[in-house]
């Protein structure tokens, strides 16, 4: 079976934006069943995980934090057997590239070093990939910056779905 859950938390729902983007490929491309959970529900999983095959855990970082939720259900579970891939939404960091002339890859290295990597060493797993995606911010209606990306989103889901289908 290729089950996989994808648990995320958003606060204005810009990763919920990049999660739909993931869901598609990993169905239409990789052939995968998908069930999604925002972190509000992710407390009903627990007992479920035995029913995925592969679970994926994003996050949106604000002031340097996951949703405590989400960070929660990844510091807890153990997720035996499963290929677990771990994102974040970094919008101020992958905004660095625009604002700061640095590469995208440079960003990318560095919120994968801040945000995910900083709290892996807390993970009972090992993720099979990590990513790192830009957001937006917007103040009153008007948008201070959107590093959000759909592209490099897609291109990762890509990745993921092959890494998932590897030796399966
Ligand atoms: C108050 C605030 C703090 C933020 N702090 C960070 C940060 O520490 N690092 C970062 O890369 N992005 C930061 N961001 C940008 C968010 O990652 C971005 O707004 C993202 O789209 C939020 O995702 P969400 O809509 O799924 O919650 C911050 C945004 C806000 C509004």
Known sequence: MRKTLIVFGTRKGTTTETVHIIAEVLRDKYSQ???????????????????FDNIIIG????S????????S???RNVFEGKKVAVFVTAGGTLNKVAKYGISKEDAIKEAITKYIEKYSKKFRFNPI???????????????????WNREDIYNWANNLGDVINQNQ
């Open 64 to 71: 340097g934090w996951w949703k405590s939720s989400v960070l």
């Open 33 to 51: 069943t998908l069930e999604i959970a925002d972190s509000k529900q992710i407390k009903n999983y627990k007992k479920r995980l035995n029913e």
């Open 59 to 62: 996050s949106s970082i604000v």
């Open 73 to 75: 259900f990844a510091k």
């Open 129 to 147: 990939l990590k990513g790192a995606f830009g957001g937006k911010v917007i103040k009153r209606g008007t948008i201070k910056y959107n590093s």
